[in-house]
């Protein structure tokens, strides 16, 4: 990794320039050439050509008689047991949602079990998020008279156990009490209610095994049942969890992008999704400050990457060092003293990249473990003991920085966080105290608010890096349509300045910006709200469904009706199909700039991007230039605005 003998990965960093837009990741591609230190676009460089069958989605492995690939030109058609194209493409499609919706569900599963422990008093975590236990127990049909708040978070934390552990034909219990009573029924009528999401899971894995089902339509119900699974085994039911555990979040102001690193602190980068961990490096970073200090640096610094930083970001104004692409970029500042993971996302080359300067890295859970890491593992019950050892072994290794290694980006941007519903819905009533939503409700129907657009996702090498993310929100924007952020797609947004009121000025078109600013003067923010609001981390897509049914149940309209949409501009995980497979699920347009494996199959293809919209109102938007993909969504929120005849 840091030999100087290897040159396989120059010529890639010599064209930097096609690979991000991030002026500080530039810097930073600059930095590891000059080092010669690998990276995930040199890597990208080496796959080329990407093989052409996984590209169309038309291989498959799921027997030891293949593995078999189908030729889109001849032959062969089928494979050796006779599966055409679009079984084997639905058959993929169904494999990647299952991924996706098994990470959500069990970081929802982990999130319950801390919340459980905290409630019991058998773990050193306060439950901060009172205010959120009165509207999840009611929605839950959960008594809350003469009941303590830890007696509170046991029932509704044995709750949500209770949907993982439900053997009856009943579907989840998580799903029937937020979802509207209208979609509850549509998704009853195709058969896709999801009962209990670990045996949804289980049977998607044995139905896509080999000699089961041969049926393309119903593999594809299967993804939209999967969908539903992280919906609300992982979304809905992960922040509801983690809002009562850490509390809601509420408007608060970082900066954004490599430059909030320090160059007299001791640096520590929190990376991955599960903020039971985050939240105690936190925690215990400002309590051993002094030990910092005493050990010659002039303090501790916190800087989160992916989802772990949009948590601490949104509850404790930590602020973000980057997205998914720039994790190993961070440590090539040479300024990191300790990176923390916990699971998804973070790529296995992190801790090669660690070798060549002074950084450790440190994995906590027993899945998401690193050759060369230190492992500590983090429960719920030992989470104070684990935080102070990783955070002691930062301020050791800060000793061992070498200045001449050092070299961080000064690019960064202000950026606000924490943008919940219960926020959004406090802004509107500073407005209108009696009814917050008719103001954002009556700025729509006068054409003010063109529509609303959630963006979401991760980055993916195989674009430029935030292009086409920065280049659609300007076109929609400049049409007066709010936008709402969460995951790595708000880390690209905070970098430019999206996510400050300054970008609302310099962004929005002039109606929109009537409206943020008469919103964020009467909310007492002495000017306009951000022109993108950031709602999160990926589990927080959850809150964007919560503000559709909000919008939808205020009108008497089904969510399908709204002039909305979503888009994933830069997908890469396969969260962001499962997401995307749930959006779509609740009647949403749903964008994705980066073509998935699916076009093996017209069949699939067909059917995701336009006969979907039938079954449930929404459909995918495959389209992979930026401003083609704006002008689609305008398109649609116009077609929207018209039907409901505003």
Known sequence: MCDTNQGSHTHAHQH?????????????????????IETTWDRFEQQKPQCGFGDLGICCRNCLQGP?????????REGICGADADLIVARNLLRTTVGGAASHADHAYSAIHCLKAAAEGTAPYEIRGADKIGPVAAKL???????????????????ALADFGNQTDEPMKWLTATASPALVETWGKLGVLPKNPDREIRTAMHQTSMGVDGSPINLLLSCVKLGLVDGYAGLQMGTDIQDILFGIPYPVKTEANLGVLSNDKVNIVVHGHMPEVSEKIVEWARKLEGEAIAAGAAGINIAGICCSGNEVLMRQGIPLAGNYLSQELAIITGAVELMVVDVQCFMPSITKVAACYHTKVVTTTPIGQLPDAEYLPFTPQNADEKAQEAVR???????KRDAAKVQ??????????????????????????????KPLIDNIVAGNVLGAVGFAGCNNVKVTQDQTTIEMVKDLLANN??????????????KYGFLSPEGAKKYAGEKLLGVLTAVGEAAGLGGPLPPVLHMGSCVDNSRIGDLLGALAGYLGVQIKDLPVAASA??????????????VVALGVLTHVGVVPPVLGSPLVS????SDIEGLTGGKFLVETDPHAAAQGILDHINAKRKALGI
Not at 481 to 493: K, R, S
């Open 606 to 609: 067909q059917v995701l991007t």
């Open 569 to 582: 501009p830069e997908l890469q995980h396969e969260k962001a199909v499962s997401i995307g497979t749930w």
């Open 16 to 36: 930097y320039c096609q690979q991000t837009i991030d002026p500080a990741a530039a810097e930073m591609l600059e930095k590891a050439n000059r080092e010669h």
């Open 481 to 494: 349509v709010l936008i709402v952020a969460t995951g790595c797609t708000a880390h690209a947004l905070a």
């Open 68 to 76: 078999c690939r189908i030729n889109p030109f001849g032959e062969p």
């Open 393 to 399: 072994m930062a301020i050791a290794a800060f000793a």
């Open 408 to 437: 961080i980006p000064t690019h960064k941007s202000e950026a606000w966080g924490g943008f919940s519903l219960e926020t959004i819905v406090q802004a509107l009533a500073a407005v209108n105290a009696e009814d917050p939503l």
């Open 141 to 159: 049909g959960i008594s809350t008279e003469g009941k303590s708040t830890d007696e509170l978070a046991l029932e509704i934390a044995n709750a």
